[in-house]
């Protein structure tokens, strides 16, 4: 299992690939290896495959 203090991306902001309900920008919250929690600008956290997801 991933470790999120050994993980830099964890806190990064982000752009989506694929807007979520409008938002487009947000931070990784988790990273679960393929996958990562985002929480965007309104709040609502999501996961996202990781391909679908720009580190800013």
């Known amino acids: 299992m991933y470790s999120d203090e050994d993980n830099e991306i964890v806190g990064a902001f982000c752009e ?13 919250v988790c990273d679960y290896g393929f ?3 985002v929480r ?13 997801v720009y580190i800013i």
């Open 40 to 52: 965007v600008m309104s709040g609502a956290s999501v996961v996202l495959n990781r391909d679908e």
């Open 35 to 37: 996958e990562l929690l």
């Open 16 to 28: 989506l690939e694929t807007p979520f309900r409008g938002y487009t920008n947000g931070v990784v």
